[in-house]
Structure formats: structure tokens, C-alpha cells
T-cell receptor
């Protein structure tokens, strides 16, 4: 069965420091991979997605993620965190056929200290 | 920016009441979904639809029901609400027009007292 693991429940980063949020997936074929962000009391906003091609994908708000097939990972990165980045981050996977329902990880809460 | 709308955003109701959470999208997406999310927890798929008159149950068992009579509309109904139904319900949609990427509404927070 497909699954998504986000090993870090909560991360605190200083404003201006770099950020990496980890995501590992379990799926036989190459999945479709997504990162979403959720601010308190809000729905989910798509940050970026990987379907195929270049394994380094750029997203909104200065985020990027790298797909590493050998490690079954899709880690999210940002070179310099802003206080407004504090939120919940979810990694998700869909089977090979895009448009089918997503399977989500448990999320990582990001806190930003000044 | 996705055009998917949920109402009400926040609702507090008494036990035993019937409620319907509305979800509409204006993107012409054929696929729509309902996810349930308890505070601080992951999202679980409870219902999905791949088109008009098509509905399926998701991975998480739910006492709610859904209908898909029109492409743009995917309401979720609880016939008799209980405190255990207190949660956030997120509607989403996807289709060829958005490259099959799933877009979410802002969610409906339901509290049953």
C-alpha cells in the first residue's frame, strides 16, 4: 500500500536560516508527489508538484523540492525562511495516474523564531 | 488560484441535527473529494467522485453521505450529527483543466455540542 512518512513532527528554524522538511514515500512505481502548506484555520495551498522530468522542482514562495528515486524521498527546501512561513506542511502522493485521490503524510509544523 | 468554495466555514450545532456542508467549484473539474482532518492531524479521504452520479467511499470510514448531481457541486451530509463528527472537512477538486492537480477549498470547521 502507498504511504507517506514525514519524520519530523515539529521543526523550529530561525528567521533567515535555511529549511529542509523531509518526506519519504512508499510506492512501487514513480508516483506523483506534492507539497501543500496549511496556515491555521485555512485550507491547503499547493506549493509545488513533481510529475516527471527534472527532479528539482520550483514552487511558490521560494520553495523547491528534490525527487530522489534511490531514497524514495521528496524533501522540501527553502534557502531563507521568513516568519510568514510558519505553518503546517504536508507531503502527499498520488498513484501514477494523476488526478486520483492523494495520500497525505502526517504533516510537519514549522515554527520560525526571531 | 483555485476557485473552490465551501460553506459554511464555521458551524456549531447540537447533537442529532442534520447538516449539509456545501462545496462548489467553477473550474469544470470532473473529480471532487472530501477529506476529514482532526486538529493537528493528517488528512483522510472520506468520499470522492469521478463525475456526475459517481460517488465512492474513501479510506476512512465516515457516517456522512455525498451526492454529485451536478459537475460543480459536491455536498456532504450528516443525517444526525454527533460530537465525534467534530472536525475540519476539506473539499477538493481536480481535472484536466488544472493538469490533474488537486486544489482545496478553505475548509469547513464543524463542532457538534
Amino acid at each position: 500500500a502507498q504511504s507517506v512518512t514525514q519524520p519530523d513532527i515539529h521543526i523550529t528554524v530561525s528567521e533567515g536560516a535555511s529549511l529542509e522538511l523531509r518526506c519519504n514515500y512508499s510506492y512501487g512505481a514513480t508516483p506523483y508527489l506534492f507539497w501543500y502548506v496549511q496556515s491555521p484555520g485555512q485550507g491547503l495551498q499547493l506549493l509545488l508538484k513533481y510529475f516527471s522530468g527534472d527532479t528539482l522542482v520550483q514552487g511558490i514562495k521560494g520553495f523547491e523540492a528534490e525527487f530522489k528515486r534511490s531514497q524514495s524521498s521528496f524533501n522540501l527546501r527553502k534557502p531563507s525562511v521568513h516568519w510568514s512561513d510558519a505553518a503546517e506542511y504536508f507531503c502527499a502522493v498520488a498513484p501514477n495516474q494523476a488526478g486520483t485521490a492523494l495520500i497525505f503524510g502526517k504533516g510537519t509544523t514549522l515554527s520560525v523564531s526571531s | 488560484e483555485a476557485d473552490i468554495y465551501q460553506t459554511p466555514r464555521y458551524l456549531v450545532i447540537g447533537t442529532g441535527k442534520k447538516i449539509t456542508l456545501e462545496c462548489s467549484q467553477t473550474m469544470g473539474h470532473d473529480k471532487m473529494y472530501w477529506y476529514q482532518q482532526d486538529p493537528g492531524m493528517e488528512l483522510h479521504l472520506i468520499h470522492y467522485s469521478y463525475g456526475v452520479n459517481s460517488t465512492e467511499k474513501g479510506d476512512l470510514s465516515s457516517e456522512s453521505t455525498v451526492s454529485r448531481i451536478r459537475t460543480e457541486h459536491f455536498p456532504l451530509t450528516l443525517e444526525s450529527a454527533r460530537p465525534s463528527h467534530t472536525s475540519q472537512y476539506l473539499c477538493a477538486s481536480s481535472g484536466a483543466a488544472s493538469g490533474n492537480t488537486i486544489y482545496f477549498g478553505e475548509g469547513s470547521w464543524l463542532t457538534v455540542v
